[in-house]
C-alpha cells in the first residue's frame, strides 16, 4: 500500500464513473475476456465509451437487472470476467437471489457495480437511494465489499478486481466526489488504509465520509481531541487487525457511513469490538430511515453524516471511556 493524500477537500476534475470506465477500457485492451454486462444504463453508469471500443464484447440486457446478473453468470462461467454495471439500488435489492445462487453459489468471477449508494443517489430520491445495499451483500457468503473513495482509488481497485477471482460488489457514486488520495497511490483490499494517526479516538469512515472524517479530526484537534482516521474502504472481508489495534491503541471508536447503521460497516466493526475488545463505539450513518430527494449537502446534514456530526459522536465516544459497557 502506498498512500499519497491531498488535502485540498476539493472535488475531482475526473467522474468516479469516467475513472472507472476509462479503467476498465485500458484492462480490457490486454484481456479480451473482460466484458461489460449492462441493464440499459450505459449513459447514466459512463459505460458508453467501452461499448464504442468494444461493441462486441458489451451486453445491454435492457430493463432486467436480475437477467443480467444471470447473463454475467452466464458469461463468467464460459471463462469471462462479466463487469455488471446499474445503480445501486438494482444491483443489490433487486437481484439478491441471482447473485446468491447463480453467482456465489456458484463460485463465479463476477464484479457487481452499484452506482450512487446512500445520498449520493440525490434527486432520485428514496425508491433510488440504498442505505441497506451493504448489508444485503454482506450476507452472501464469500462476497467481497468495496467501496472506493474517489477516482484514484477506483482505478487502482478497478484493476485488481479485474485479477482477482470471485465475486465482487463495488458501491460507488457515479459523478465527482472529492479528492483525497494523490495519483500514483496503491491500495489492498481487506487492509484498512491508515490516513492520520491519533491517541485519544479512532475514526472508522469508507466512502464519501472519508473527507468527512478527516475535516472531523481537525475539529477535534481544536479541541484537544487526538484523533486517528482509518479509511475502511473494503467492508468485507473486513480489517478485523486493524479495528482491534485502533480499539486497543486509542480505546474509543466512531464509524462514519454513507449507509444505514444496520448491516453495513458499523454493523460490521461492532461485531469485531464485541468479539474482541470492548471499547465504546458510535455510529454515524442513516438510522432505520428511508431516503428523501435532496441534494447531497443537504441529505448530509439530514441524516447527520457531516465532519461536524461526526467530530460530536467522537466526543461522546471518548467521554463514555472508562465507563461501564454493560
Known amino acids: 500500500m ?6 485540498n477537500h476539493s472535488k475531482e476534475q475526473v467522474a468516479m464513473r469516467d475513472a472507472y470506465c476509462q479503467t476498465l477500457i485500458e484492462l480490457a485492451r490486454w484481456n479480451e475476456d473482460i466484458v461489460a454486462v449492462d441493464a440499459d444504463v450505459m449513459n447514466s453508469m459512463g459505460t458508453v465509451p467501452f461499448q464504442k471500443a468494444f461493441p462486441d464484447r458489451t451486453f445491454n440486457c435492457g430493463i432486467q437487472e436480475a437477467n443480467m446478473i444471470g447473463v454475467a453468470a452466464g458469461l463468467s462461467a464460459t471463462g469471462k470476467i462479466p463487469f455488471a454495471h446499474t445503480f445501486g439500488i ?5 437481484v439478491c437471489d441471482q447473485v446468491f445462487i447463480s453467482c456465489s453459489y456458484a463460485r ?11 445520498i449520493t443517489a440525490a434527486f432520485n430520491g428514496g425508491t433510488h437511494m440504498p442505505f441497506e445495499d451493504m448489508g444485503i451483500m454482506r450476507t452472501i457468503p464469500e462476497m467481497t465489499i468495496i467501496e472506493p473513495t474517489d477516482a484514484t ?19 460507488s457514486a457515479r459523478k465527482n466526489v472529492v479528492k483525497v488520495y494523490g495519483e500514483g497511490s496503491t ?34 484537534a481544536g479541541q484537544g481531541i487526538s484523533a486517528r482516521v482509518l479509511n475502511m474502504f473494503t467492508i468485507k ?11 486497543q491503541e486509542t480505546g474509543a471508536l466512531v464509524t462514519a457511513e454513507n449507509h444505514s ?17 470492548l471499547v465504546p463505539l458510535e455510529r454515524i450513518g442513516a438510522r432505520d430511515i428511508f431516503g428523501e ?4 449537502d443537504y441529505l448530509k446534514v439530514r441524516f447527520q453524516m457531516t465532519a461536524s456530526d461526526i467530530a460530536a459522536m467522537a466526543q461522546k465516544a471518548v467521554a463514555r471511556k472508562g465507563k461501564s459497557l454493560a
Open 187 to 220: 491500495f489492498e483490499i481487506g487492509k484498512a488504509a491508515p490516513l492520520r494517526d491519533g491517541k485519544d479516538v479512532t475514526i472508522i469512515a469508507a466512502g464519501i465520509l472519508v473527507d468527512e472524517a478527516l475535516q472531523a479530526a481537525d475539529i477535534l
Open 90 to 94: 438494482f444491483a443489490t435489492r433487486r
Open 293 to 296: 430527494v435532496g441534494p447531497e
Open 261 to 277: 447503521i444496520i448491516g453495513g460497516l458499523g454493523s460490521a466493526v461492532a461485531e469485531v469490538v464485541a468479539e474482541n475488545c
Open 2 to 7: 502506498n498512500i499519497v493524500l491531498d488535502n
Open 108 to 118: 463465479l468471477n463476477v464484479k457487481i457495480i452499484g452506482g450512487d449508494p446512500g
Open 153 to 171: 482509488m477506483m482505478r487502482d481497485i478497478t484493476r485488481q478486481v479485474a485479477a482477482r477471482y470471485g465475486v465482487f460488489y463495488i458501491r
Open 237 to 247: 472481508p473486513i480489517d478485523k487487525d486493524a479495528i482491534i489495534q485502533a480499539a
